[in-house]
């Protein structure tokens, strides 16, 4: 009964859960980035059928240019992915309607956590990622405000 339960109450999530999909493009502007320097590009494509979302990220700054993609599954359930040829192991769940996610980032031996808060506006333009990111050096926090390029309002 209680696994009847618990796959009813997963499967309502599933229904009022947003749809991130889209062509996403950072305003600059708009966003905090903190201790960073802002990119000069930061764009995101996601391909979010639940409970799995792929998101193919690229950025180009000061630092150079790098693309990646990040997968995830919104069920709590571990992913791999890999971050300019470092691991990524992250933890995705649904907080209402922002997916929490949480990150471990093994960058040149450093154990960086990231803890992302992602949410989608009501008229489903913009999305924000609120970032904190734990390193060796400190703790940063970010805010990334993403507006919608493929002109769909799913």
Same mark, same amino acid.
């Given at each position: 009964?209680?696994? +009847?339960?618990?796959?009813? +109450?997963?499967?309502?999530?599933?229904?009022?859960?947003?749809?991130?999909?889209?062509?996403?493009?950072?305003?600059?502007?708009?966003?905090?980035?903190?201790?960073?320097?802002?990119?000069?590009?930061?764009?995101?494509?996601?391909?979010?059928?639940?409970?799995?979302?792929?998101?193919?990220?690229? /950025?180009?700054?000061?630092?150079?240019?790098?693309?990646?993609?990040?997968?995830?599954?919104?069920?709590?359930?571990?992913?791999?992915?890999?971050?300019?040829?470092?691991?990524?192991?992250?933890?995705?769940?649904?907080?209402?309607?922002?997916?929490?996610?949480?990150?471990?980032?093994?960058?040149?031996?450093?154990?960086?956590?990231?803890?992302?808060?992602?949410?989608?506006? +009501?008229?489903? /333009?913009?999305?924000?990622?609120?970032?904190?990111?734990?390193?060796?050096?400190?703790?940063?926090? /970010?805010?990334?405000?993403?507006?919608? /390029?493929?002109?769909?309002?799913?």
């Amino acid at each position: 009964m209680k696994t +009847a339960l618990a796959l009813f +109450a997963f499967s309502l999530a599933a229904l009022a859960a947003p749809d991130f999909s889209g062509s996403w493009k950072a305003n600059v502007s708009k966003s905090n980035f903190g201790a960073m320097p802002s990119p000069d590009k930061y764009t995101r494509v996601i391909e979010h059928k639940e409970p799995t979302v792929k998101i193919e990220e690229s /950025q180009a700054s000061e630092r150079g240019e790098w693309t990646g993609i990040i997968n995830l599954k919104t069920d709590g359930t571990p992913t791999n992915s890999e971050i300019r040829g470092n691991a990524l192991k992250s933890v995705a769940r649904w907080d209402g309607d922002v997916l929490s996610v949480k990150s471990t980032l093994d960058f040149n031996g450093n154990a960086i956590e990231l803890n992302d808060r992602i949410s989608l506006s +009501a008229d489903k /333009q913009t999305l924000t990622l609120q970032r904190k990111i734990d390193t060796p050096n400190g703790v940063l926090e /970010q805010s990334v405000v993403f507006e919608r /390029q493929d002109g769909t309002g799913k």
